[in-house]
C-alpha cells in the first residue's frame, strides 16, 4: 500500500488531492507536514494521518512511499531540496520554482538524485492548447 506524506497542504487543491489519496484503494495519507500547524493539524485529523511541524522527521519516515507538494507556489523550493534527495516519487503543484535559477537547481538535483517528479500542470497537453500551440508556431500569427 503506497504510502503518502504531504508537504504543505496551503495550496487550493489541497483536499483534492487528499481526497484521490484517500479514496484509491491500496493508496493512504500517512503523514502531513505544514508550517501552520492548525491547517496540518485540521488535515491530518480529517484523513487519519500523523502531522508534523518537524519536516525532517516527515521527509526521514522509512514508511513514505512518494511526496505531494502542496504548498504556496512560491514555497516549493526547500520542500522540494529536502524531498528528491529520498529519491522517493514527488508530485509538486505547479509551479515548481519562481526563478529560472531556482528551477535548474531543481534540474540539477532531479537528476543528481535520479528521483521521478512531476509537476501539476497539465494544461499544455489538452487537444484545445495542442491547438494553439500548433498554430502559433506555424507562423500564421503576427506580421
Known amino acids: ?6 508537504l504543505s497542504t496551503a495550496h487550493t487543491h489541497t ?14 495519507v ?15 485529523n480529517a484523513h487519519g494521518a500523523d502531522y508534523s511541524a518537524d519536516l525532517d522527521a516527515i ?6 512511499d512518494g511526496f505531494i507538494i502542496c504548498a504556496e507556489n512560491t514555497r516549493h523550493l526547500p520542500l522540494l531540496k529536502a524531498a528528491i ?3 522517493l516519487p514527488i508530485f509538486c503543484e505547479k509551479s515548481f520554482t ?3 535559477d531556482d528551477a ?9 538524485h535520479e528521483a521521478v517528479v512531476h509537476m501539476g500542470y497539465f494544461q499544455p497537453f489538452s487537444a484545445e492548447m495542442q491547438g494553439v500551440i500548433a498554430h502559433v508556431n506555424s507562423g500564421a500569427l503576427g506580421y
Request: charge should be negative; glycine fraction near 8%; proline fraction near 4%.
Open 1 to 6: 500500500m503506497p504510502d503518502i506524506a504531504f
Open 104 to 112: 535548474l537547481e531543481v534540474v540539477s538535483l532531479i537528476g543528481e
Open 98 to 100: 519562481t526563478s529560472v
Open 15 to 28: 483536499e483534492s488531492f487528499l481526497n484521490a489519496v484517500s479514496e484509491k484503494d491500496g493508496c493512504r
Open 30 to 44: 500517512a503523514a502531513i507536514w505544514d508550517d501552520m500547524e492548525s491547517r496540518g493539524q485540521s488535515f491530518a
Open 85 to 87: 534527495p529520498r529519491k
Open 59 to 64: 521527509i526521514g519516515r522509512g514508511d513514505i
